[in-house]
């Protein structure tokens, strides 16, 4: 939002913190257009660190929840794998 900030980080990290800067920059933008244009920089800053930690935690929820299913999924694979491989070996005796 017209603020320019410097950051001492690894050569390897730049490419991703200015990324995330951009991010951080439409975030407060659509903050700033979304609501009265009287909000201080710091306001609008924390009104965008709450959206962005809003689907931050969102997708955690959604990624646990992913993980699960798979989970449960492999569990249930290695089952049914298990019991055609006890099932063959029954036979061949």
Known sequence: MGCEYRFACRPAERDDLLEAA???DE???EVRDHTSKL???EAVAVMAALN???ELLRQRRLSAEANTLVDRQVGDLLHKVDAVLSKAES???
Do not use: K
């Open 22 to 24: 951009r991010y951080l």
């Open 91 to 93: 036979e061949e005796l």
């Open 39 to 41: 909000l201080s920089l």
């Open 52 to 54: 962005v930690s809003n």
């Open 27 to 29: 975030q407060m933008r």
